[in-house]
């Protein structure tokens, strides 16, 4: 009882904290914002992202001079699949341009991602809210320039610096002590997942239809072997092998670097404070919850953590 | 105005500017 | 909190380098020919402004060559100042839907520095904004804090343009 009452308030007062602090907060001191031209060719800024270790960048068009929404890998998986259905249009391919990536979206028939923003001040639990309803895992941060009244990005705020932000600064994520398993947060249900053997393209399709961003590799027991996320789709076109997509996804993940940090798994015993206790000490964006013996029950998202401190107990 | 040698026929240009009392380095990638 | 009661773990098949053995073990053809992303973190080396070895007369032609192909404009160098020029440069932008009126006019002041013998430094520096229309940018009674929300892109832009018509010409 007494730790439910202490989780209830723990909550509580993180909510209080993202309501008290701005989106600006979150900014490091200083910091780098790396922005692309929208005349850029597509695997050029595919460069870009890989050279500068990053997944997503903000577009800017010079011709309006203004900012024409985030490169993220769903756009890079949209590329692919446009590609695996048209295997004649290679050229094309080569030659796109960002500014092109909409026609892309039309022509497979995918919804343009409505990329919510947000002013710097305003509170970062609007911030978050925002992000929630857009289902997206970033959101911009825009203000207007004083001479041009034209967009600035700031800077753009992912779940996973707001979960780190919360918990290198909330003393109370020690008190959420509850087994994730009793908080009803875990997504269990339809968690698509594949085997070692399944072809790399169909394996994309499931992150494309499921608008999530990676895919769990079992084995013919249901335990958990590997996981396929959407940004390994980067390294697959860098290396041309996308003209090559019969590959199985055991193999496509052979092309992930060495300093890839692993999956993280846990159970439904443990609690929400461990879980935060590692967002601070590592980079982990997802937990895959298994069984004791690795079976693959289901899995804890940036977002499922988001949506519980934010609108839980 | 910083810049960096071209590679791959891309150009990246930037400069550091105040944010209120942040310090943003924008940088920009564009095609040679 | 305890550390013992946590049964957070990392994956040990997920690990690429016991992946890429289990891959191989089996023998599949593919496995073999695909070598895993080298994440070459290649430190962006930058550099203030950019760099010059020819005459500084011959740089500051091929400057006003460039600008003058570009459409920009500048004031008339003062006898005492040859290495400094002042270049104000109509940023045409698409009309944007409320057709609001916005200063469409970028100043930047372009000057050569030398560094050692034979080795200049041309750098690029916003100077403002003006309209074509005449009407001043009424930003002069922000407060501090508004003064610096100030977007470098148009200027980034602006200098993208002139490199590489400098790099084109040279």
């Known amino acids: 009882e007494k730790i439910i009452v202490e989780q209830k308030l723990a909550v509580e007062s993180i909510r209080a904290f993202l309501k008290s602090k701005t989106s600006y907060d979150v900014l490091p001191v200083s910091y780098r914002l790396i922005v692309l031209d929208t005349s850029l060719l597509v695997k050029k800024s595919l460069n870009v992202l890989l050279q500068n270790n990053i997944v997503s960048a903000p577009l800017w068009d010079a011709k309006t001079s203004r900012f024409a929404g985030l490169l993220t890998s769903s756009d890079f998986i949209n590329v692919i699949q446009y590609y695996f259905s048209n295997p004649d249009k290679f050229e094309l391919v080569d030659k796109l341009q960002l500014d092109g990536l909409k026609d892309i979206e039309r022509a497979i028939g995918v919804e343009p991602p409505d990329t919510a923003s947000i002013h710097p001040s305003r509170p970062l639990y609007e911030a978050c809210i925002r992000m929630m309803d857009s289902t997206s895992r970033r959101i911009p941060l825009i203000d207007q320039d004083e001479d041009t009244h034209r967009e600035i990005v700031v800077s753009v705020l992912t779940q996973y610096r707001i979960l780190k932000f919360v918990a290198l600064n909330c003393r109370e994520t020690h008190f959420l002590r509850r087994p994730i398993g009793e908080l009803n947060i875990i997504t269990k249900n339809n968690v698509a997942s594949c085997r070692m053997t399944t072809p790399v393209i169909d394996v994309i399709q499931l992150l494309s239809q499921g608008n999530v961003a990676s895919i769990p590799i079992v084995d013919h027991e249901g335990t958990l072997i590997n996981v396929y996320e959407a940004v390994d789709v980067l390294g697959l076109i860098k290396g041309g092998i996308y003209n090559d997509l019969s590959l199985s996804v055991g193999e496509a993940l052979m092309r992930r670097s060495d300093d890839f940090e692993g999956v993280y798994t846990c159970t439904e015993r443990d609690k929400l404070s461990t879980i935060m206790d590692n967002i601070r000490k590592s980079r982990v964006h997802r937990f895959f919850v298994t069984d004791d013996s690795g079976k693959l029950v289901g899995v804890l998202t940036l977002s499922d953590l988001l949506k519980y401190i934010l609108l839980g107990e | ?32 | 909190s305890k550390e013992e009661d946590s049964t957070i773990s990392i994956l040990p098949t997920s690990l690429p380098q016991i992946h890429r053995a289990n891959m191989l073990a089996q023998g599949l053809p593919a496995a073999s020919k695909i070598s895993p992303l080298v994440n070459k973190k290649s430190k962006t080396r930058w550099h203030f402004g950019i760099r010059s070895r020819s005459y500084p007369l011959d740089v500051m032609g091929e400057i006003y060559m460039a600008l003058k192909n570009l459409g920009a404009e500048w004031a008339k160098p003062s006898e005492e100042d040859l290495w400094t020029i002042r270049v104000r440069w109509k940023y045409e932008v698409a009309q944007n839907k409320n057709n609001e009126k916005i200063p469409d006019l970028m100043k930047m002041i372009i000057q050569l520095f030398q560094i050692e013998t034979n080795n200049y430094l041309v750098d690029f520096k916003f100077d403002g904004w003006e309209s074509s229309y005449g009407e001043v940018s009424a930003n002069v009674n922000l407060s501090e804090d508004e003064m610096s929300t100030f977007s470098a892109y148009p200027f980034l832009h602006l200098t993208t343009r002139l490199i590489m018509e400098l790099a084109v010409n040279s």
Do not use: D, F, G, M
């Open chain 2, 1 to 32: 105005l910083a810049t960096s040698s071209i590679k791959h026929n891309t150009l990246c240009v930037a400069s550091i500017v105040r944010y209120k009392r942040k310090y943003v380095t924008q940088i920009l990638y564009a095609p040679l």
